[in-house]
């Protein structure tokens, strides 16, 4: 019997401990998604859709994805110094987190687009708030000065749309485009709009990192 017995009574305990700890974080996860929040304003997590994208993300965001401090070292760095310059602009806090997801806080990156700097602006949008960019001098790469010229581009698109989570997608796509998808699909609520992919996913991956940042012991970081 005991060559049966013991395997047996193993399996059972590993059984039941795995489940104990996946009904555990279940818990935590389904709590923590019902009260997640962008600019205030609380996520509609009742949308199966919301909530699979949510639950995507911050796992992405996770460490065991990462695996890397940097995210957190920038973010102790940079994001304090955001907070204070988009609040002097009435910008709300959580676009702080713009930078950390469009460049990770490094003005060196560079898409095939052309967009460059902490806030991957591009260059005519750049040249339209302020920044100098031209083959001598390139602002985007300058902290402060960038960070100025985005609330200055976040408050014109709050002008535009009237609602913060709308000026999140529009920063990542481009107001005009924006203003088009809204237009075909009578639909002005961004958790409804059909939007390409990156678009569809930037503001759910802004409020990711904001979690992950906030929180970052419940997602694996040893802070």
């Given at each position: 019997?005991?060559?049966?017995?013991d395997p047996y009574k193993?399996?059972?305990?590993?059984?039941?401990?795995?489940?104990?700890?996946?009904?555990?974080?279940?818990?935590?996860?389904?709590?923590?998604?019902?009260?997640?929040?962008?600019?205030?304003?609380?996520?509609?997590?009742?949308?199966?859709?919301?909530?699979?994208?949510?639950?995507?993300?911050?796992?992405?965001?996770?460490?065991?994805?990462?695996?890397?401090?940097?995210?957190?070292?920038k973010a102790d760095k940079?994001?304090?110094?955001?907070?204070?310059?988009?609040?002097?602009?009435?910008?709300?806090?959580?676009?702080?987190?713009?930078?950390?997801?469009?460049?990770?806080?490094?003005?060196?990156?560079?898409?095939?687009?052309?967009?460059?700097?902490?806030?991957?602006?591009?260059?005519?949008?750049?040249?339209?708030?302020?920044?100098?960019?031209?083959?001598?001098?390139?602002?985007?790469?300058?902290?402060?000065?960038?960070?100025?010229?985005?609330?200055?581009?976040?408050?014109?698109?709050?002008?535009?749309?009237?609602?913060?989570?709308?000026?999140?997608?529009?920063?990542?796509?481009?107001?005009?485009?924006?203003?088009?998808?809204?237009?075909?699909?009578?639909?002005?609520?961004?958790?409804?709009?059909?939007?390409?992919?990156?678009?569809?996913?930037?503001?759910?991956?802004?409020?990711?990192?904001?979690?992950?940042?906030?929180?970052?012991?419940?997602?694996?970081y040893n802070i």
């Open positions: 019997m005991d060559s049966f017995d193993k399996m059972i305990i590993e059984h039941a401990e795995r489940m104990k700890r996946d009904r555990t974080s279940g818990i935590v996860r389904e709590e923590k998604l019902n009260s997640l929040s962008f600019a205030d304003e609380l996520v509609p997590t009742e949308r199966k859709s919301v909530k699979q994208k949510l639950g995507k993300y911050l796992t992405i965001f996770s460490f065991k994805k990462q695996q890397s401090l940097k995210m957190h070292e940079y994001l304090p110094k955001i907070s204070k310059i988009l609040k002097s602009y009435d910008i709300p806090d959580d676009f702080k987190y713009i930078p950390l997801v469009e460049s990770g806080l490094n003005p060196k990156v560079t898409s095939h687009k052309g967009a460059g700097g902490y806030w991957q602006f591009m260059p005519a949008t750049a040249r339209l708030y302020g920044l100098r960019v031209n083959g001598q001098v390139d602002e985007r790469l300058d902290f402060e000065k960038s960070t100025h010229a985005a609330a200055k581009y976040l408050k014109s698109l709050y002008a535009q749309f009237g609602d913060w989570t709308l000026v999140a997608a529009a920063y990542n796509v481009g107001g005009g485009s924006l203003r088009g998808s809204i237009k075909r699909q009578g639909i002005d609520d961004y958790y409804r709009l059909r939007l390409n992919a990156e678009t569809g996913s930037y503001v759910y991956k802004l409020i990711s990192v904001k979690e992950v940042i906030e929180n970052p012991n419940q997602y694996g």
